[in-house]
């Protein structure tokens, strides 16, 4: 309740005050982002609700004409899945359905239209998990369904098929007269293109349609989408349900209900969107035990030690936002922290690297000294206060990566003994292949160390050459086996047969 004594609600997701937005106003292209706090039932500590993060992503367009929206937003989540290894390994799968298949399968089915809406959200209480369907069965019954009526749409919401399977589940309903048919063959076209076009975006996970399928029809008026894992998860107080990361679907009638309550029947953007759990992401990532990178509060800390330089720290700290680098500046003005503490504090709240100053690092020898905090060891590096910025962003790279890492045209990699080595010139990936499994950071490591070695070489190499390191794990004895078969003191052709006989063997 607000200072007027009207009554307020809580947000449930960030869509609904998103299409009231766009009932508003006069917008017919638009993609947007938003990340938020939404609130569940469940409540904490018996007292505030739960806040969970949500992040949505939505497309809006002036016309429900193209459905390459939709295979976007539900492409981008598989995206995101890429982007965090212990999500990749999860199994999730692209559930889809239909609003318009929905309401042929209760229209076959004899429900009446009036009935529509708590009847699905009857069945899908039974499918996800929430409510057991012998208590399902009795809900239906009491609304006057049949138990032929029931037991039909009992087979059908638990259909779980590829695309080209469904048409046979469906044959019934495409035989039936009037509107039924119709609707059907209208919403299986539209999932059939979206599949299409999510082959095209070469979509790496499963995509399954799921006939029980209904989540928040008070939203959505077309397709439906769910990432969730094929397995059920026992949670307290609800039962089994399905590990859920992301859902969503379009939403052009929920914009239309606003508008004409607000400008009464006027032409409709349309618009597609995706919720994704946030918090879910977080603890997969912590929970894993092979992320040995936790995201700090900032990737700098900036602090002097031994006299108050608080100016000049507050300089370093400008520079280093100016170059998109996370930063914040420590205050120890009363010298309260010694170096150890602050690098205790540093190593607790997940900061990489500690930018110290002094007074003779200042005022004499006009150097900083950087302290780079890394899972087995320490390094310390002073420099001058203009190369800190790149020398930074030279030590940022050394993150979790993938196999591959492809480097950017303006990256400069700092090697093992100090000396950087430019190779913004041409375009550089490398590729490490273990002798066994290794986790993402030491493969990272791996990377930036064969990259060092080799940057004499590349940099004689012409900028239109694309360029592939491999790094390959070999036994001392092995590397002492080949050096004695290589021919690198005479002519070139000697080497490269040289070469050709250790490939052949």
């Known amino acids: 309740m607000d200072t007027s004594g009207s009554l307020l609600t809580l947000p449930y997701d960030l869509r609904v005050p998103f299409a009231r937005f766009l009932a508003r106003s006069d917008i017919s292209h638009l993609k947007r982002y938003c990340l938020g706090q939404v609130y569940r039932h469940e409540k904490m500590h018996d007292a505030h609700p739960r806040e969970p993060w949500e992040c949505a992503f939505d497309i809006v367009t002036n016309g429900p004409n193209s459905l390459i929206p939709d295979a976007e937003v539900i492409y981008l989540v598989n995206e995101v ?10 199994g999730y799968s692209v559930f889809i359905n239909h609003t318009s298949l929905l309401s042929a399968i209760l229209r076959h089915c004899s429900v009446p239209v009036r009935q529509h809406p708590v009847v699905c959200n009857t069945l899908w209480d039974a499918v996800s998990g929430k409510l057991r369907w012998e208590h399902a069965k009795k809900q239906l019954a009491d609304m006057s369904l049949s138990e032929s009526t029931i037991t039909s749409l009992h087979n059908f919401v638990q259909k779980k098929v590829p695309v080209d399977q469904i048409r046979s589940i469906l044959e019934p309903v495409f035989r039936a007269k009037g509107n039924t048919a119709h609707m059907a063959v209208e919403g299986l076209r539209e999932l ?13 996970q499963d995509v399954v349609v799921w006939l029980g399928l209904a989540y928040k029809l008070n939203q959505f008026s077309g397709l439906m989408f769910m990432h969730a894992t094929g397995t059920m998860k026992r949670k307290r107080h609800r039962g089994l349900l399905a590990d859920v990361l992301a859902a969503g679907g379009r939403y052009d009638r929920l914009i239309s209900n606003f508008q004409t309550r607000v400008l009464g029947p006027t032409a409709s953007c349309s618009a597609v969107g995706v919720s994704i759990a946030v918090d879910k992401i977080v603890n997969a990532m912590v929970e894993d035990e092979d992320t040995e990178v936790v995201p700090g509060v900032c990737d700098v800390l900036v602090c002097s030690v031994g006299s108050d330089l608080l100016i000049q720290c507050i300089e370093i700290v400008r520079d280093l936002w100016a170059a998109g680098i996370s930063s914040q500046l420590f205050e120890n003005s009363e010298q309260l922290y010694s170096l150890d503490d602050m690098q205790t504090r540093c190593k607790y709240l997940g900061i990489p690297h500690i930018v110290l100053l002094s007074e003779r690092m200042v005022y004499v020898n006009s150097t900083v000294r950087v302290r780079s905090l890394e899972k ?17 962003q030279s030590r940022m790279t050394n993150k979790p990566e ?3 890492v492809s480097l950017p045209t303006s990256t400069s990699v700092r090697g093992a003994a100090s000396e950087s080595h430019s190779l913004s010139h041409l375009p550089v990936s490398v590729t490490v292949l273990p002798g066994e499994k290794i986790t993402f950071n030491m493969k990272r490591r ?11 070489v590349l940099q004689s190499l012409s900028n239109k050459q694309n360029v592939e390191v491999i790094a390959v794990d070999f036994s001392q004895h092995l590397l002492s086996d080949l050096r004695l078969i290589l021919n ?5 052709s000697q080497f490269g047969a040289s070469i050709r006989g250790i490939v052949d063997k």
Not at 84 to 90: R, V
Not at 488 to 492: A, F
């Open 81 to 90: 899945i890429a982007e965090f290894p212990p999500l990749q390994s999860a």
């Open 192 to 204: 059939e293109a979206v599949v299409s076009h999510l082959k095209a975006f070469r979509l790496t």
């Open 376 to 392: 087995d060891k320490v390094v310390d590096k002073s420099m001058p206060q203009s190369e800190l910025v790149e020398y930074i």
């Open 402 to 404: 993938m196999t591959e």
């Open 446 to 456: 791996y990377q930036n160390l064969a990259l060092s070695k080799a940057s004499q």
């Open 488 to 492: 690198d003191g005479g002519e070139e």
